[in-house]
Structures are given as C-alpha cells and as structure tokens.
C-alpha cells in the first residue's frame, strides 16, 4: 500500500495501522497518559517554588493557565501546603514511572506482534506462489528480503512507535507550555518548525539512498547466494578472484551509501544542540525585553519548553532513524505484491488415491516464442512405470512439471482418472508425489531427519527408517558412521558421494508414502555398480508406485512398461524397450552408443 513514500507520517500510519490495527492507538494513548503526568507534576514545580517563597503557602500566579491545575486540587478540597505539593510531585513521577513501564513493555509486544505478523506474511506468500512464479523471482532478491531487509523493518517500525511517543511528548509539553505562556510558547514554536523545514530535505535524501541500500542489499545477496553454491567450480577454475572483485564492488557501493547516510546523521546531530539553545535565547530575550511578563510564568513556560524542545531533537532522531530504514518497508512491499500476483490455483477437490491413470491430454506449452510442447498425450497407468527418453532441451522435465501440477499448459490437460487436475488441491495431490530431482535435495542435517524430514524418532518411526535405507543400500554405510543415523551430512551434503546423495534423496521419498514416484534422471550421477543396485531397486518399486523416470541411461529403463520417446516437444514414439528398438533408429542409436 505504501507506493509513493513521501516523508508522510499518515500514510506510514495507516501501513502500520493496518497490520498492528488498534494495538497502535492503545500504544499511543499510553504515551498520552505517561506524557501528561510528567507534564502535571512538572507544573507542580511552581507552586512549589512559590510555596517556598511565601513560607508554605502556595500561589498561582505564576502558572499561566495552568491555574486551574491548582484551583482543581483545591476544590476538591486538597490543602495546597508544601507538604501536599511535595506528596503529590512524588506520586504523579511515581505514578508516571509505573505508567512509563506499561508503555515501554506494550511498546515492545506492538513491535514482537508486527515483526512475527509480517514474517509469517511472507512465509505465508511464499508458500503460496506458484513455481512458474517462483522462477520469475531471484534467489538475492528473495533472500535479502525475507533476512537483511526483515531485520530493516523491525528497526522501522521501534523508531516509528519511539516517534509517535516522542511526538505525544512535544505536543503535551507545548500545549503546557502555551498554558502557561501563551506568547513565550508560540514564539517557540515557530522558530522549532522552522528548523524542521531545514531537517525535511535532508530527511528527503536519506530516504532515497535507504532505498538504493535495499536494491544494493538484493545483488549482493544475490552473488554471495551463488558465490556459496558454486564455490567448488570459482575455486577449482580460479574464478574466485574475478567473481570477488565484483562482489567487493557491491559491497563498496553499499558502504559509500551507508557513509552518505553517516554524513547526513553528522550534520543533523551537531547542529541540534546549538540550534535549540540558539532559538531559547532569542525567544527569552524578545520576550524578556519588549514583551514583558510575568518571570514566573516564563520561567515554567521555559522548563516545560525546553523539555519540549529536548523531545523535538529526540523526535527527529527517531525519525531519522525512522526514514533510514523505510527503504525496507518499499522493498518489502513491492516483493509482498509481485508474489501475490503469483499466487498459485488451488481446486477444492481433495486428491485421495490414482485408481486408473494419469492422462496428459493434448498439451502444449510455450516459453515466449520456444515451443517446448505440442499436442502431447501420454497415459500413465496407475502402478505402472513409464519412461520420458530424448535429447537434452527435448520437453522432458516440462512435461514432468505439469504432470507434478507445477507449471499449467497453455492448451490441454492433465486428468487424474478422467478429472482435470485444475479442479484438485494441488497440496493434497502432491503429498502423494516422491520427486526425485536431477540435483539431489541434501539439507544440513542428520541422515535420519534428511530420510524422514523431521519426523519424531519413535519406535515405528525408526523401523520405518532402517527399512527404507535398506532398500536404497545404505544400511552398511549408515551403520558404519560412528554416529550412525545422527551422522551429519554437510551443506548440500558436502560430506557424502554424489551416488550416496541420490540415495538419501530416494529413501526420503519412500519414507513419504507416497502413490506417484517421479524420477528425474536419479541415477545420473551414479557409478555402475550402484547404477545397477539402483535399478535394481526400481524394478523391486515397478509396481507398487506409480512411476515416472526421465532418464538418460537406458540401462535404468530396460524393463519399464512404457517408453516415451520426445523430440523438440513431440512424442515420437512410444512403447516398451525390445519394440522401441525394434521400431525406432534414433532409439536404436541410442542405445547402441550407451553399449547397451
Ligand atoms: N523456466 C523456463 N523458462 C524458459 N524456458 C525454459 C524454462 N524451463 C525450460 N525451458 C526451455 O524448455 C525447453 C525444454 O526444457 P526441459 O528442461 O523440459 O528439457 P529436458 O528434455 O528435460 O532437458 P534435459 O534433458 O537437458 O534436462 C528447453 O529449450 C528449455 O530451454
């Protein structure tokens, strides 16, 4: 909601407002509560003073408008002696003391709650996007919104809440002030306003550059995101220096820009001091020679002023700090809509099980003007296991992704016994699909939480999870490390083979129970003797599952019930191993250059 981001405190209000809704009020209302205390018992000051003065018994003429204050107490009957104005400063300041602490502590919970509401936000949106959305956006941008700019925020909206109160503060002090000394109070008034033109191109300057700082933010995450994940190749091909010179040089960027706001925090911070004290004297010395008045009068009128004035440095610090990091709240925002134009279409139809087959039904896609399928149909029947075969770029992953719901076609459909899979939830759909992808999903963790992903390790649990690294052969390996099934495996699983990697990713999926196992070339990265156990294991699945493999080695797909054999987005040919040699060349050339 927040797109043009002036230096707008109600627009940023209504930001606010709408996440944290009347818990930001209340917050305010403290302040106002906590803020007139301090000013009432600051009040008390003078009859004090004068109580002193006319040995105990207290005067109002020097308290402006603000007498009736003291006509209040006395009304009610209070004797105003030195001893009941003493008591009663002691217990407003004690009062306010308590009263400032509920303050400080709601202040707290307003910022816990807006933080935890807007991460789960995004959490939220994320979950919800849709894949063909998801790799629209980059990974840098993504990351550095959901870390670096998040952290931004929260320093946002704590500055944002301390402004609000400040300002409570200023004008509570004002309008005691005007009580006391209307024209004293006025005069300064407009001299602090006027310095605050000054401050507002300043306040105008850092808000651009917090921005720049954001979208620096999103590349540099972008290249140390990429830095990390292909360090083995910049480190093995001596990249690494070339690509830190243009990481150096976004963080150079970042840094001239965090210098620039340094610059203008200097200017603001030294000339607050002389400015405040520079406006209180000439205002005391109009006031004093040519308006006259009651000293009294000026004088509480000054104490309540220039704690005024002290709130109006504080505010604008906080404002500073406020504006500084706004350039997260455009970040955010502008991530926040561009994910909700993604959402992804959910069909209120609950998948329970495949009874029949997966069809694809004349299906066609197209990225911009590359035609990746045309008019393909392909039946899966349900336990059977068929193959996706043809050179690279050929359709093969794509057609998986729209089997898998994650990308649409732009013609044609997929039908799960005869429904169109639109009308499906997909979550429902996809929790009975294993995904076996080309780059095995290893997270930093242990073996058994990367097979079981996270599950409680009970008894039945545990048996499951020796069952199934059984059946991929990886009990002896398991059994091996010291640690066992606790053993950790390293980022991206640093610390096990590649073929080792496949294995824990097949393992999580049977562990899944799930109906639809689809394979994308899962046994690519394999030696041949583990290839064969691998195949092995398909063959002991064919039958329980209904499988998809996208293979290259053929020798996995020799005993599959159909093969499907893709050229530029066309099924070209289709049937089991011995008649796809039979009848097709380019199959047979295939095989024969694998030696098969
Ligand atoms: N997100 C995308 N945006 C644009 N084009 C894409 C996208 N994904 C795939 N393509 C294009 O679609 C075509 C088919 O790609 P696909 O990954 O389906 O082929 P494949 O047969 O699985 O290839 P490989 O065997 O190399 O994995 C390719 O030309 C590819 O460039």
């Known amino acids: 909601m927040i797109s043009k981001y002036g230096n707008n405190l109600l627009q940023y209000f209504r930001y606010y407002y709408s996440i944290v809704g009347n818990k930001l009020l209340f917050s305010i209302c403290l302040s106002i509560i906590v803020s007139a205390l301090d000013g009432l018992g600051l009040a008390m000051f003078m009859p004090f003073l004068q109580s ?50 509920v303050e400080v502590n709601y202040t707290a919970g307003v910022v816990y709650f807006f933080m935890k509401k807007l991460r789960h936000k995004l959490v939220n949106k994320l979950q919800n996007i849709s894949y063909r959305g998801f790799t629209k956006l980059e990974a840098g941008i993504i990351q550095n919104n959901f870390i670096a700019e998040v952290q931004k925020m929260s320093q946002a909206v704590r500055s944002y809440l301390l402004y609000c109160q400040a300002m409570v503060m200023l004008i509570t002090y004002v309008s005691f002030s005007l009580l006391a000394n209307f024209q004293f109070a006025l005069l300064l008034a407009v001299s602090a306003g006027l310095t605050n033109l000054l401050y507002s191109r300043i306040y105008k300057k850092l808000q651009e550059t917090s ?14 995101i990429q830095a990390v994940h292909y360090f083995k190749y910049l480190k093995a091909t001596n ?25 203008y925090n200097s200017i603001t911070m030294g000339l607050k001091e002389p400015m405040i004290i520079l406006i209180v004297v000439i205002v005391v010395y109009i006031q004093a020679t040519w308006l006259g008045g009651n000293l009294g009068s000026i004088i509480l009128s ?29 970040s955010i925002t502008k991530i926040e809509k561009a994910m909700s134009k993604m959402v992804e279409f959910q069909g209120a139809k609950e998948f329970d099980t495949l009874r029949k087959e997966i069809a694809v039904v004349d299906v066609s896609l197209t990225y911009g003007k590359n035609t990746v399928l045309q008019k393909t149909n392909i ?70 939480n990367n097979v079981t992903f996270w599950a409680e390790p009970t008894p ?120 796809m040699v039979q009848n097709s060349d380019k199959f047979k050339r295939m095989v024969a250059l694998q030696g098969l």
């Open 52 to 101: 002193v003065a006319n040995e105990g018994k207290a005067a109002n003429d020097s308290m402006g408008n603000l007498h009736y204050v003291i006509d209040a107490i006395k009304g009610i009957g209070f004797p105003l002696t030195l001893g009941s104005i003493l008591a009663t400063m002691v217990i407003l300041f004690s009062f306010k003391g308590f009263m400032r602490y």
């Open 211 to 224: 921005y720049k700082i954001s979208e620096n933010g999103n590349n540099f995450n972008a290249y140390m």
């Open 239 to 263: 990249y690494l220096g070339t690509y830190s010179v243009k990481l150096k040089e976004v963080i150079d960027n970042t840094e001239a820009l965090s210098k620039k706001i340094a610059r």
């Open 302 to 330: 000054l104490i309540l002023f220039y704690r005024a004035l002290n709130f109006l440095v504080v505010l604008q610090q906080y404002w500073q700090n406020f504006i500084q990091n706004t350039g997260s709240i455009r």
């Open 379 to 448: 039946i899966i029947p349900q336990k059977q296991t068929v193959a996706f075969v043809g050179e690279s770029g050929s359709g093969k992953t794509s057609l998986a992704n729209i089997i898998m719901g994650l990308i649409n076609p732009d013609k044609g459909t997929v039908l799960l016994d005869g429904i169109s899979l639109t009308e499906y939830n997909l979550d429902s759909y996809r929790k009975r699909i294993g995904y076996i992808s080309q780059d095995p999903v290893i997270f930093n963790d242990s073996i058994f």
């Open 460 to 579: 039945a649990n545990m048996k499951r999870f020796w069952e199934v690294i059984d059946l991929v052969s990886l009990k002896e390996f398991v059994e091996s490390q010291e640690q066992k099934e606790l053993t950790k495996l390293g980022d991206h699983g640093l610390l096990i083979s590649g073929g080792q990697k496949q294995r824990i990713s097949i393992a999580r999926e049977m562990f899944k129970n799930v109906e639809i196992l689809v394979l994308d070339e899962a046994t690519s990265a394999l030696d041949s003797e583990t290839e064969l156990m691998i195949q092995e294991n398909i063959e002991k699945l064919h039958g329980h599952y209904t499988m998809l493999v996208i293979a290259h080695r053929l020798s996995t797909i020799k005993n599959v019930d159909k093969i499907y054999l893709l050229d530029k987005g066309n099924v070209v040919i289709s049937g089991d191993f011995e008649n």
